[in-house]
């Protein structure tokens, strides 16, 4: 049999010898953002994030003055110096045929310390360049879905009728759409045609804003259904027809009351959401039509890895690990952001 | 990925021995086959399942379609008037007879062949072999519209121009003159043409039943060969069978085959193609291994492994019209400064390439050692590259800050090897950059000079053991053709005084080979220096072979010689 | 509800209209995807390209091309691929069940997974094991799939295949009516990694609505009545919380079998829709493309239709538009 026991604040109880007095109330942000610093597990993600954030930021540190090794140029008859031997970077297979070429596997030092991939380059190096492409693009493409599918979500379900319906089927049409095709046409034009330019901005083939761009338009109706499912259920609600009754605009009652009652899913939807675009830019960087060279994300190495994956599965391995902690990090801040922003958090339920 | 989807190998009728210094690559490694008995030895039945990523690409109708892929099956299947020697080893670049009885010598100054077919030969479909199948054959060629070289190779017969024009009503009697009562078929040609026999030697000149339809076929019809086509579906496989009505009539030109049926599954990465051979799960991979397998291989699966050096090379063109490659210096300073050993590397090892710095591989004709732009240069082998030379040209040359595009495809190793240019380029103080295309848009791409591809990836494999096959052809005037994507002359080189050399080594081919191949190994330096291109190395063959497999032979022509191998006991 | 249907049928042909035109101008207007040159092969004289422009109909203005194609595709159902000359539909055909057969199965996997995971997480929590299967479940949401197939190749085909895993056939597929069993042997390593994806997605889902459903007044409702913690579990706070589930289900659902297992079909040699479109889509082979894309826009837009109906029956607040 279930019971719940009413927790007040400590803070709201009186202790002896003190009087009440007036309290300037405090906004829900301030009490959220104070649940939130609370909880522990969400603080070890936010500083778990950061952590990935500065140290992919850092790569050039890393690689210049921690290994001394190239991330970004091949390096194929080049030297490296473990336990004290000098080795190729790249070594002649044995046996009596001598074939294939193998890159050097972890050292387990500052130099090479997962090992090489078939150019001969530092893969750990390599990995925390690739850190900040694989952030801004997840990062930046998931807030594009989000802010876009939260607006189009917003005036579907509001306004309902014809305005939902038609702009239910355009998000048919998005998501239907073959996203490959379009990656793979879009990154042949660009290679083809030295870029595109739109007065002062110029995006080419190797441009991050590229495969961010067509990630979050792809994703805006996976995240634009649930909102609009959300809004027509708010928008149902007591406190909406209260604010009708006041003779509220729409406009205010779509900012002012359903909005803020909607921007709970968006926001637990947020680090989900950026987990996938993280995930589609890998698999679309797998496929040689997201990230392009010069620039490296974790999917490219990914992909490097692929072909070293019999000998040399670090390679392949890294960068995966990066993408679960990364994503694992956002998540466990998610939680805790849900918890902070839930109202009624006050009322605890236990068995 | 073996990139030659043109097989017409035309021997030479010098028919010089290519590839005897080429055979078996290293010592004590079990390379190639040596020279053996011609075939039709070994333990019979079983089925030989092969593997391969995606079935031949193009139209599977034996008249159309050029790729080694399918070549590899269609000679197991259907007969020319003539066949190169059904053998491993240098002999099989030589002619035999096959549909005919022997190989005439051609009179009426060289523009006219008089065969006379063999008895009793049938169809898999029991129809007898006569000539009207011959005629039928070569005026389907034109019928059918799409046969890559109607146009070219078998425009010689007399009548060809007329149905070029209108193929629908192709009539080549003329051309092609048939007695059904002495069983002879005596081709008429407009001009000499010494290659004539090599041309008929090629599966586009496979004889077909009369009762072949005159449009595109989805599965190649019956033929006179030991197998016949049982099924073919390029989502999923190709399955040959036992031809009944076949029984040998030269061992020479079409022996018996050994394995009762033959099979290739498509559809396995490269990847997992090689775990099926190392499991027995496969006999036979067509594609390359992967490199990182390559140790794996050639430690566990030893005896397994098979290479043999091909008439080959890969390079990087470099367009002398437009900047920076229009300015020598530069030309030359990125062949001294380029690294054939870290291009060798990515490619799988010394074992597997073997660097050049000029046009012609080696043992072909016309091929004289040759290399200035190595440190220490004279012997004509590169040994290492003279950074410092190309510092100092690329000084000179002025062409320093220019912006340059490096063009491959996006197929892991071409993207490594662009990688590695784009970075040596940088260095000699360049802004490259590297597109990376699908390997379907590269080559098209890179030969459209409306595109404007200043340094792009391509690799050439021989049709015939002619040096005009890879000169003339990837370098000769005629083979710019400006603004169209089918322009193989990628450097888009056109210099009257080359080519004018050119012509006069092709003229003197026809009456002394010697004097020819001295003056081809002239345009070969000449172009060297002039650095039109970059050549990175010449690759060789790999077969990898299931632990059953017996009996395997490395033909010059063919490759891997499937049915010769035995799967049985 | 007649209406609905009826009116969603003509928004799916719109829809897959408009796509069709969408991606046959994409395709042509791409520079440098020229067709006849790239079936004339390696180096084809002038004549051959032309003759392949004029064969198949590529030297006609784009409507015209693109009504051929059309017809070609729907009324006589002639059409061949690019690639290899043979007729595309039959190939679609083909290739539909094994998708279906991928999708079917690892679908049921992660239905019951992100069930059991989902409700055992929100009614344990406050216990270790909630931020344990959490955390269980964002590993499965963090692997790439095709990572993880590659890797499952690596372990069940070479390194262990000869003592744990030496019941896992050969890559490939074996059609139900050919070997049930063998069917289904092929396809267990499949099902397992297309699943952990979405299991653990759908599992934490489901936790998120479960616990934000609690805290709802008609549960407390419920449990002050007296009723059973399973029933409110199973009858109250599972029912309203399935409706985000349900929405997203029927997308990933619709937007798999159209075609989104390319990279676990090829990875594990399934020729399904997802490995004939990959195909198609390197080879840039258009018949097979657009045969690919109508397929799967059908697919979806039914897919969202079928979601939309049960959403209104999960939730009688909302009637379906």
């Given at each position: 049999m279930a019971?719940?026991?009413y927790e ?6 009186l202790?002896?010898g003190?009087?009440a007095?007036a ?10 953002a104070?649940r939130l ?9 936010l500083?778990l ?6 140290v992919s ?5 890393y690689a ?6 190239d991330a ?7 030297t490296?110096?473990?336990n004290g ?6 070594q002649?297979g044995?046996?009596p045929?001598?074939l294939?070429?193998?890159p ?6 500052t130099?090479?310390?997962i090992?090489?991939?078939?150019n001969?380059?530092?893969v ?6 690739g ?12 807030l594009i879905?989000c ?11 509001f306004f309902?009728?014809?305005t ?9 049409l ?8 379009l990656?793979?046409?879009l ?6 045609t030295n ?9 080419d083939?190797?441009?991050l804003?590229?495969p ?9 109706p996976y ?5 609009r ?6 928008r149902e609600?007591?406190?909406v027809d209260a604010?009708i ?14 909005l803020p009652n ?5 926001i637990v939807?947020?680090?989900?959401m950026?987990?996938?675009?993280i995930l ?29 994956l ?6 392949a391995i890294?960068p ?5 902690l ?5 998540n466990?801040?998610?939680d805790g952001?849900?918890d902070a922003?839930?109202p ?8 | 990925?073996i990139?030659?989807?043109?097989f ?6 010098a028919a ?6 080429g ?13 053996s008995?011609s075939g039709?030895g070994?333990k019979?039945g079983?089925?030989?399942n ?15 379609n ?5 070549w590899q099956?269609l000679?197991?299947t259907?007969d ?8 491993g080893g ?12 022997s190989?005439p010598?051609?009179?009426d100054?060289?523009k ?11 169809f898999?479909?029991g129809?007898t072999?006569d000539?009207q199948d ?5 005026e389907?060629l034109?019928?059918?519209k799409?046969?890559p070289?109607?146009?070219t190779?078998?425009?010689?017969i007399v009548g ?6 209108k193929?629908?009503t192709?009539?080549l009697?003329k051309g092609v003159?048939?007695?059904?009562a002495?069983?002879?078929v005596?081709?008429?040609l407009?001009?000499?043409d ?6 008929l ?5 496979f ?12 599965i ?8 016949k ?9 190709i399955?040959?069978?036992r ?9 020479d030109?079409q022996?018996?085959?050994n ?7 498509f ?11 190392e ?10 291994p992967?490199?990182d ?9 030893t005896?397994?492994?098979h290479i043999?050096?091909l008439?080959a090379?890969w390079?990087y063109a470099?367009?002398?019209r437009i900047?920076?490659?229009n300015n ?6 990125v062949n001294?400064a380029?690294d054939?050993?870290?291009?060798v590397?990515i490619?799988?090892?010394?074992k597997l390439?073997?660097p050049?710095?000029q046009?012609?591989p080696?043992n072909?004709?016309?091929?004289e050692?040759?290399?200035?732009y190595?440190?220490?240069p004279?012997?004509g082998?590169?040994?290492?590259p003279d950074?410092?030379k190309?510092?100092q040209l690329?000084?000179e ?14 197929i ?12 040596l380029?940088?260095?000699l103080?360049?802004k ?12 098209p791409y890179?030969q ?5 591809p200043?340094?792009?990836w391509?690799?050439?494999y021989?049709?015939y053991?002619a ?7 990837l370098l000769?005037c005629?083979?710019y053709h ?6 193989p ?5 056109c210099?009257k005084?080359?080519?004018?050399k050119?012509d006069?080594a092709?003229?003197?081919q ?5 004097k020819?191949n001295?003056?081809?190994?002239q345009i ?6 002039q650095?039109?291109w970059?050549?990175?190395f010449?690759?060789?063959y790999?077969d990898?072979?299931?632990k059953?497999?017996?009996g395997?032979?490395?033909s ?6 499937l049915?010769?191998?035995s799967?049985?006991? | 509800m ?6 969603r049928l003509t928004?799916a042909?719109?829809v897959?209209?408009?796509i069709?035109i969408?991606?046959?101008l994409?395709f042509?207007?791409?520079p440098?995807?020229d ?8 180096n084809?004289?002038p004549?051959?390209?032309?003759a392949?422009k ?11 091309q693109y009504a051929?194609?059309?017809?070609r595709m ?19 055909v083909d290739a539909a069940?094994?998708?279906f057969s ?7 996997l ?7 995971i989902?409700?055992?997480?929100a009614v344990l929590?406050g216990t270790?094991?909630d931020?344990?299967?959490m955390?269980?479940?964002l ?14 190749n690596?372990?069940?085909q070479?390194?262990l295949?000869d003592?744990v895993f030496?019941?896992v056939?050969?890559l490939?597929?074996v059609?139900?009516?050919q ?8 396809l267990?390593i ?7 994806l979405?299991?653990g997605?759908y599992?934490?889902?489901l936790?998120a609505?479960?616990?934000e459903?609690?805290g709802e007044d008609y ?6 009545k007296?009723i059973?913690e399973e ?5 109250h ?5 399935l409706?985000?589930?349900?929405s ?11 075609g989104?297992t ?7 040699n ?7 479109t990959y ?10 493309i ?18 939309d109906?049960?959403?209104?029956r999960l939730d ?6």
């Amino acid at each position: 049999m279930a019971e719940f026991a009413y927790e007040p604040e400590p803070e709201l109880s009186l202790g002896p010898g003190e009087r009440a007095e007036a309290v300037a109330g405090q906004s829900p942000w301030r009490l959220a953002a104070r649940r939130l610093w609370r909880n522990r597990v969400a603080m070890a993600g936010l500083v778990l994030f950061l952590l990935i954030v500065l140290v992919s930021f850092l790569a050039p540190v890393y690689a210049n003055h921690i290994a001394h090794t190239d991330a970004l140029q091949p390096n194929v008859n080049g030297t490296t110096v473990v336990n004290g031997k000098t080795v190729e970077v790249i070594q002649q297979g044995g046996g009596p045929l001598g074939l294939g070429e193998n890159p050097i596997g972890p050292t387990w030092q500052t130099n090479y310390f997962i090992g090489a991939d078939q150019n001969g380059r530092d893969v750990a190096a390599r990995v925390l360049y690739g850190g900040r492409s694989s952030l801004l693009i997840g990062i930046g493409s998931a807030l594009i879905a989000c802010l876009i599918a939260t607006i189009i979500g917003l005036i579907a379900g509001f306004f309902r009728g014809l305005t939902d319906s038609a702009l239910s089927r355009l998000m048919d049409l998005i998501w239907a759409f073959p996203v490959y095709l379009l990656a793979i046409t879009l990154s042949t034009v660009l290679l083809t045609t030295n870029g595109l330019q739109w007065g002062p901005i110029h995006l080419d083939a190797s441009s991050l804003w590229i495969p961010t761009i067509i990630i979050g338009v792809i994703y805006v109706p996976y995240v634009m259904r649930p909102v609009r499912g959300q809004v027509l259920s708010v928008r149902e609600k007591e406190f909406v027809d209260a604010a009708i009754a006041q003779g509220a605009s729409n406009w205010r009652l779509v900012f002012s009351e359903i909005l803020p009652n909607i921007i709970t899913a968006v926001i637990v939807l947020l680090p989900l959401m950026i987990a996938t675009t993280i995930l589609t830019e890998a698999a679309l960087s797998y496929l040689s039509i997201g990230v392009q060279p010069p620039n490296a994300s974790w999917g490219t190495i990914i992909q490097d890895g692929q072909a070293l994956l019999y000998t040399r599965p670090w390679v392949a391995i890294a960068p995966g690990i990066m993408i679960v902690l990364t994503v694992l990090s956002l998540n466990l801040l998610g939680d805790g952001v849900r918890d902070a922003l839930d109202p009624r958090a006050k009322v605890r339920l236990r068995k | 990925m073996i990139k030659a989807s043109r097989f017409a190998i035309l021997g030479s009728v010098a028919a010089l021995a290519l590839l005897a210094a080429g055979c078996g690559g290293g010592g004590g490694s079990s390379s190639s086959s040596t020279s053996s008995t011609s075939g039709g030895g070994g333990k019979k039945g079983g089925t030989l399942n092969t593997v391969a990523n995606a079935a031949p690409s193009g139209s599977p109708d034996p008249q159309i379609n050029y790729t080694l892929q399918e070549w590899q099956l269609l000679i197991m299947t259907h007969d020319g008037l003539v066949a190169f020697k059904r053998v491993g080893g240098p002999d099989g670049f030589k002619l035999v007879p096959d549909l005919a009885t022997s190989i005439p010598a051609p009179t009426d100054g060289g523009k006219t062949y008089k065969f006379t077919l063999r008895k009793g030969i049938k169809f898999s479909d029991g129809s007898t072999l006569d000539p009207q199948d011959v005629l039928s054959t070569f005026e389907r060629l034109f019928k059918i519209k799409q046969s890559p070289n109607a146009g070219t190779w078998y425009a010689g017969i007399v009548g060809a121009d007329a149905c070029l024009k209108k193929p629908e009503t192709c009539d080549l009697s003329k051309g092609v003159v048939i007695d059904k009562a002495a069983n002879t078929v005596t081709f008429h040609l407009s001009k000499a043409d010494p290659e004539f026999l090599d041309q008929l030697a090629v599966p586009f000149a496979f004889i077909l039943p009369s009762s072949t339809p005159d449009k595109e076929v989805q599965i190649p019809p019956a033929g006179t060969g030991p197998y016949k086509w049982a099924t073919y579906n390029p989502n999923s496989q190709i399955k040959l069978v036992r031809n009944p009505n076949f029984k040998v009539w030269s061992a020479d030109a079409q022996p018996a085959g050994n394995p009762d049926v033959i099979v290739q599954k498509f559809g396995l990465s490269t990847e997992a193609e090689v775990t099926a051979v190392e499991n027995g799960q496969a006999d036979w991979m067509f594609d390359p291994p992967p490199s990182d397998r390559l140790t794996e291989m050639s430690t566990k699966y030893t005896s397994q492994v098979h290479i043999n050096p091909l008439t080959a090379v890969w390079y990087y063109a470099m367009n002398v019209r437009i900047p920076p490659f229009n300015n020598l210096k530069a030309r030359q300073a990125v062949n001294y400064a380029v690294d054939h050993d870290a291009l060798v590397k990515i490619y799988g090892g010394p074992k597997l390439a073997t660097p050049t710095c000029q046009i012609l591989p080696p043992n072909f004709p016309g091929y004289e050692p040759y290399c200035p732009y190595t440190k220490n240069p004279g012997s004509g082998k590169w040994t290492a590259p003279d950074m410092a030379k190309a510092q100092q040209l690329m000084n000179e040359s002025g062409q320093k800050g220019q912006s340059v595009d490096v063009i491959t495809d996006t197929i892991e190793q071409d993207k490594a090897h662009g990688e590695y240019f784009v970075g040596l380029l940088n260095k000699l103080g360049f802004k490259a950059k590297l597109k990376a295309l699908s390997p379907d848009l590269q080559y098209p791409y890179v030969q459209n000079s409306k595109n404007k591809p200043q340094f792009s990836w391509s690799s050439w494999y021989q049709d015939y053991p002619a040096a005009s096959d890879f000169i003339n052809i990837l370098l000769g005037c005629g083979s710019y053709h400006p603004n169209s994507n089918a322009s193989p002359n990628i450097s888009e080189y056109c210099v009257k005084s080359t080519q004018d050399k050119i012509d006069q080594a092709l003229n003197t081919q026809v009456t002394s080979q010697t004097k020819a191949n001295q003056q081809w190994a002239q345009i070969d330096k000449i172009l060297v220096n002039q650095a039109v291109w970059v050549p990175m190395f010449n690759p060789k063959y790999l077969d990898f072979v299931s632990k059953r497999v017996t009996g395997y032979q490395f033909s010059p022509q063919w490759y891997f010689l499937l049915d010769q191998a035995s799967v049985a006991g | 509800m007649a209406t609905f249907i009826i009116r969603r049928l003509t928004w799916a042909v719109i829809v897959t209209l408009v796509i069709t035109i969408l991606v046959f101008l994409l395709f042509f207007k791409t520079p440098g995807i020229d067709p006849a040159r790239q079936m004339a092969g390696r180096n084809p004289d002038p004549q051959t390209i032309a003759a392949i422009k004029h064969e198949f109909g590529l030297d006609r203005s784009l409507p015209v091309q693109y009504a051929l194609m059309m017809k070609r595709m729907f009324i006589s159902r002639d059409l061949i691929s690019y690639q290899y000359h043979n007729k595309v539909i039959p190939q679609l055909v083909d290739a539909a069940p094994v998708t279906f057969s991928l999708v079917l199965g690892a679908s049921i996997l992660w239905i019951v997974g992100a069930i059991v995971i989902g409700v055992a997480a929100a009614v344990l929590r406050g216990t270790i094991f909630d931020p344990l299967l959490m955390v269980i479940s964002l590993i499965g949401i963090s692997i790439p799939v095709f990572w993880l197939g590659e890797v499952a190749n690596l372990i069940t085909q070479d390194r262990l295949h000869d003592s744990v895993f030496s019941w896992v056939p050969p890559l490939g597929y074996v059609p139900l009516t050919q070997d049930p069993w063998q069917w289904f042997l092929h396809l267990v390593i499949p099902w397992f990694v297309l699943s952990v994806l979405y299991i653990g997605f759908y599992a934490r889902v489901l936790r998120a609505n479960l616990i934000e459903t609690e805290g709802e007044d008609y549960v407390r409702t419920a449990r002050a009545k007296g009723i059973s913690e399973e029933r409110v579990m199973f009858r109250h706070t599972l029912r309203t919380s399935l409706i985000t589930f349900v929405s997203l289900f029927g997308l990933d659902f619709g937007i798999l079998v159209a075609g989104s297992t390319l990279l676990v079909e090829v990875v594990f040699n399934l020729h399904g829709i997802g490995y004939l479109t990959y195909n198609s889509l390197t080879r840039l082979d258009l018949p097979v493309i657009m045969a690919t894309v109508i397929y799967g826009a059908i697919f979806i837009v039914f897919a969202n239709a079928i979601v939309d109906i049960l959403y209104a029956r999960l939730d009688p607040r909302v009637r379906p538009t």
